[in-house]
């Protein structure tokens, strides 16, 4: 682990380091995921926090419904392709930081709906 991804997850512990992540490619589309929860209508004009956002993947398939999104993840190479897929889809609303669910770096009230998929 990184000392980046050491200072950011600290005392929380190293779960999600010990277990290698799923690749994105076997899970669902976003668009597939989305609709078992309801649909856009679950994100259409909110601004959207996904806890544990990895690569980006279900954040980017909700920016074209939600106000804004924000991706969090304690993985520095995940959060860096993260922005990567998001300035190559050209998705403005998305925003990607590191950061671990236990200390979240937002204010109390700043979204409306938190998504946590495939998260550990």
């Known amino acids: 682990m990184s000392n980046t991804a ?13 277990v290698p992540a ?10 597939a995921e989305l609709a078992h929860w309801g649909g ?10 996904d806890l544990g956002c990895g690569d980006g993947r279900l954040a980017l398939g909700m920016a074209a419904y939600a106000k804004s999104v924000a ?5 520095p190479p995940l959060i860096a392709s993260a922005r990567r ?8 609303n998305v925003r990607f930081q590191v950061g671990a669910a236990q200390t979240l770096p937002y204010p109390s009230g ?11």
Not at 71 to 75: A, E, H, I, V
Not at 85 to 92: D, E, F, K, M
Not at 110 to 120: E, P
Request: charged share 20%; net charge positive; no cysteine.
């Open 6 to 18: 050491n200072s950011i997850v600290g005392h929380v512990g190293r779960v999600g380091w010990q």
């Open 22 to 31: 799923v690749s994105s490619a076997l899970r669902p589309s976003a668009a």
């Open 40 to 49: 856009p209508r679950l994100v259409r004009g909110k601004r959207v926090l």
């Open 71 to 75: 991706g969090l993840d304690p993985d």
């Open 85 to 92: 897929r998001a300035r190559a889809s050209g998705a403005r």
């Open 110 to 120: 700043a979204f409306d709906v938190v998504i946590l998929s495939w998260t550990l």
